[in-house]
């Protein structure tokens, strides 16, 4: 019984406080959602591009979801 004691010291925890959690887990779910919404700019990005640059200029070609995402990334990087 005293080894047991002496091996488990320290181990249970008083209070009510829960066990800490695996770390990484709220830094994957952040870069998951930043993942997502940047997703969703460009594909919102494309589709107003194309929707309106017709009514602008008769020569606009339409905007690919790449060049819509490489926009998005573009404009983030100068307003930060």
Do not use: C, E
């Not at 905007?63 to 995402?69: E, G, K």
């Amino acid at each position: 019984m005293p080894v047991s004691m002496l091996t488990n010291f320290g181990m249970n925890m008083l209070g009510g406080a829960r066990a800490a959690k695996a770390p990484g887990g709220a830094f994957l779910t952040l870069l998951l959602l930043a993942l997502v919404s940047l997703l969703i700019r460009a594909y919102l990005v494309q589709l107003t591009w194309n929707m309106v640059a017709d009514k602008f200029s008769a020569d606009a070609r339409p905007v690919t979801f790449w060049d819509a995402l490489l926009m998005v990334i573009l404009v983030q990087n100068l307003v930060n």
